[in-house]
């Protein structure tokens, strides 16, 4: 059975950083194509970062390039998020996705994820 745990969320100023860790077991992330999608009260879920099954593919959503870092772990089995220069409107439930399949390329769609966790709330204040 597969199971994803994400840790790391919290409170923070705004301009500040968190790293969020999603880890997995009953599957490596090194054979799963992988994301980080949030959801904000009364917003749909949405995609922020996404990596390929072996990491040499990377997407990120236009809100967040230059300012979040996806990445593998694969001794580790973890999924990370780095978060940067935090804004309010990144407030929002954090959740780690994974693939049932590998994947060469990143992939975007919400339904092609066969695997989520739980997720973590991160709040960024003004």
């Known amino acids: 059975q597969v199971q994803l745990v994400e840790s790391g969320g919290g409170l923070v100023q705004a301009g500040g950083s968190l790293r969020l860790s999603c880890a997995a077991s009953?599957?490596?992330?090194?054979?799963?194509?992988m994301g980080w999608f949030r959801q904000a009260p009364g917003k749909e879920r949405e995609l922020v970062a996404a990596i390929s099954s072996r990491s040499f593919n990377t997407y990120y959503t236009d809100s967040v390039k230059g300012r979040f870092t996806i990445s593998k772990d694969n001794a580790k089995n973890t999924l990370y998020l780095q978060m940067n220069s935090l804004k309010p409107e990144d407030t929002a439930v954090y959740y780690c996705?994974?693939?049932?399949?590998?994947?060469?390329?990143?992939?975007?769609?919400?339904?092609?994820?066969?695997?989520w966790g739980q997720g973590t709330q991160v709040t960024v204040s003004s």
């Open positions: 009953g599957r490596t992330v090194s054979s799963s194509f």
């Open positions: 996705a994974a693939g049932g399949s590998f994947s060469r390329v990143v992939v975007l769609r919400p339904v092609d994820y066969a695997y």
